[in-house]
């Protein structure tokens, strides 16, 4: 390959030009059509499905890395278990998926995780990472949710007393929960006493899990939609473990309900 010398820049110039480009994406997302709180493989999946149908679809993520628990698989083995039919979702994005019997196919979880998350971006979907949700929009005496209450997820860990520093609103037209066992928006609402206690996961069983996610995904609050695990969480359902079929199967279940709802609001 031709050596070439590299162009020459400025510190100056680059935060600038960080600077700019991030506060002009952040105006784009400060209202929204959908707010998805969780950045594992239900809420990557459900972003990709809104964002690549034209929808203006917001990713919230506390920690500085996408995929939530996909990334390691079971007990730190780098293997994951994928339930027909949902390995499809992961074939079509290019990730590699081992079948190993009728029922099920393995993936490398790194592998995989890498491609949902290029496949969101591509689809459109904007990202706002290091970022906690920690309150919801709700107006009026109907208590409507209008959107999430963020702050920086640094500050949120610290003591209120040493950095209290106030949150900011990012309006929505619809919310997922995707925050697995925390169901952080059913959370919220309950303690507000806009819902009942949230259960959390019961026990390991997996093919019950499964079943009973893919069942259950859908609204649970008006404008409040729940998928992957943290619909478990929500109905009081088992856990799963490293299988992760329902959660792909949900987050595209969830988006295609959604759609149908901003449908019908138009």
Request: net charge negative; aromatic share 6%.
């Amino acid at each position: 390959m031709e050596s070439r010398e590299i162009a020459p820049l400025h510190e100056a110039e680059i935060t600038r030009t960080i600077a700019r480009e991030w506060y002009s994406t952040f105006d784009h997302i400060i209202s929204s059509d959908v707010v998805i709180i969780g950045s594992g493989p239900s809420g990557l999946v459900c972003g990709t499905e809104l964002a690549a149908s034209g929808l203006n679809v917001v990713i919230i993520e506390q920690l500085n890395h996408l995929g939530g628990g996909f990334w390691n698989g079971g007990y730190l083995m780098n293997k994951a278990a994928i339930a027909h039919p949902a390995q499809e979702i992961l074939e079509k994005i290019g990730v590699p998926c081992k079948k190993i019997s009728d029922e099920m196919s393995i993936v490398d979880p790194p592998h995989a995780t890498g491609k949902l998350i290029a496949a969101a971006y591509e689809a459109g979907v904007t990202v706002l990472n290091m970022t906690r949700v920690v309150d919801l929009i709700i107006r009026g005496e109907n208590n409507h949710l209008e959107g999430v209450v963020v702050n920086w997820y640094p500050l949120e860990v610290m003591n209120h007393d040493l950095a209290h520093v106030d949150p900011i609103a990012l309006e929505s037209k619809m919310v997922v929960d995707a925050t697995g066992h925390d169901a952080i928006a059913l959370q919220i609402l309950a303690k507000r006493g806009l819902h009942e206690k949230v259960p959390g996961n019961g026990a390991m069983w997996v093919e019950n899990s499964e079943a009973l996610v893919m069942k259950n995904t859908g609204e649970a609050y008006p404008k409040l939609f729940m998928v992957g695990l943290s619909v478990a969480a929500a109905y009081g359902s088992p856990r799963m473990g490293p299988s992760f079929g329902a959660m792909l199967l949900s987050g595209k279940k969830g988006a295609e309900i959604i759609m149908d709802k901003l449908v019908n609001l138009c």
